[in-house]
Every structure is written in C-alpha cells, then in structure tokens.
C-alpha cells in the first residue's frame, strides 16, 4: 500500500503546491482520494489518469474537487464517487458526460480490486466523509475535513495510519494539532497531519509535535 500525498493544503495552495489529493496504490488498484487545485498536473506525472479506478471526492468544497473539471476533458470515462449535496454542485458534477458520477453516503462500502473502502460522515459545513481503505486487516483512515466528533476514535482504530485534518487554528471547521495529539493517543494510530494551513499550518503542527505529509514524498505503508 503506497499513498503519494499529491496536494497536502487546505483551503488554497502554498506556492507550486497543490490541495487535498493522494494517489492511493496496492497491488493493481489505483485509486485517487480527493483532487483539489493544482493536483490534476502532478497526477499526470505519476500515472495516466485514465487508468484511475476512481476518483473517491470526500466532499464538495473546491478545495477538494477543482480538479475534477480539467480531468473531465481528459481522453476516457472516469469513475468518481462524491456526496449528492449541496446539490448545485453535484450537479455540474453529474452533468459531466466525461465523469461516470456515483454517490456515496454514510455506511457507503465500495470494493475495488481488494481494497474496501468505508466512510464515516464527519463535522463539517457540507455533507463530508471520511474514509477508511483497508486490504486484509491492514487499514488507513483519512478524516477528509472535519472537527473532533463523536466516532471518529472508533473509526480510526486499527488502523495504521490516520491523515488527519488538524493543522488550523481553533474555531476553524478542522481539528487543531491538539486534536491531532488527542486521536493518535486515544485510537492508538500513527497521524500525520494533513489539510495544511497554508498560513502558519505546517509550522503550528510541527510545534505540537505531529509530522506532517509531504507533497510527492510516498508513503510506503506495507
Ligand atoms: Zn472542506
């Protein structure tokens, strides 16, 4: 299981970065969750994406899934899973004949070539879900955006990696890097931070003592 974090900011990009994508690859599957602004440039340096099993959108904030729309003129039919609200953007989604648009909601599962992925809805502005993709009983979890919410240890637990939304600041709609502490703690999982702040986030997380993903340096989980 081999996840390259593509785009690890949030809201909008550092210089030459790029927000939430990771390319998330394990024996012939190849799936990509999230991909936000800047992202679709970098994937077609690691990968055709028209070989992309699917595109997994957590949710509808742009910085999430910009880069579906410079996908859709790309040669092919992609698979993308997203949730139906809010439903205008859905639908300019939807209405994309170049994108095969699936909805996922809570208690979703989805097979693919070994992987199983489930989704828990976190707190967040829209309708929001996190993922967890597991092979055998080896398992990560991403939050996707979110603040603490009741569940979110249990959904984590096992696993052996959470990529956590906990950079920001408090009062934000993510969790702070004390969050970030608290999870590893109680679920007993590696978290690395991601969703960055582009505005002190990175340097606020590394404070606290919680590393934080690098753009385009893979993580290598088993
Ligand atoms: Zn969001």
Redesign the pocket.
């Known amino acids: 299981m081999k996840i390259t974090p593509i785009g690890i900011y949030?809201s909008y990009p550092a210089a030459y970065g790029a927000t939430s994508c990771y390319f998330v690859e394990s024996g012939n599957a190849k799936i990509v969750l999230d991909i936000g602004c800047g992202a679709f440039s970098r994937l077609l340096g690691l990968i055709d994406p028209a070989l992309v099993d699917a595109y997994i959108i957590t949710?509808l904030?742009y910085?999430?899934y910009c880069d579906l729309f410079p996908l859709s003129y790309y040669p092919g039919r992609h698979v993308v899973y997203c949730p139906s609200t809010p439903a205008d953007r859905f639908t300019l989604i939807r209405n994309s004949r170049a994108l095969d648009v699936r909805v996922i909601g809570e208690g979703a599962r989805i097979s693919i070539k070994g992987i199983e992925l489930s989704f828990a809805r976190t707190a967040?502005?829209?309708e929001?879900y996190a993922v967890r993709v597991s092979e055998g009983d080896r398992s990560f979890v991403y939050t996707s955006?979110t603040a603490w919410f009741d569940g979110l240890v249990g959904f984590c637990k096992g696993s052996e990696l959470v990529l956590a939304d906990c950079s920001f600041g408090e009062g934000a709609?993510h969790m702070t890097p004390s969050d970030g502490i608290r999870l590893r703690s109680e679920s007993g999982s590696e978290v690395v931070a991601v969703h960055i702040d582009p505005v002190g986030g990175a340097e606020r997380t590394a404070a606290a003592g919680l590393s934080v993903a690098k753009e385009n340096e893979p993580i290598i989980l088993w």
Do not use: K, M, R
């Open positions: 949030g949710h904030h910085d999430h967040h502005g829209v929001t955006d709609p």
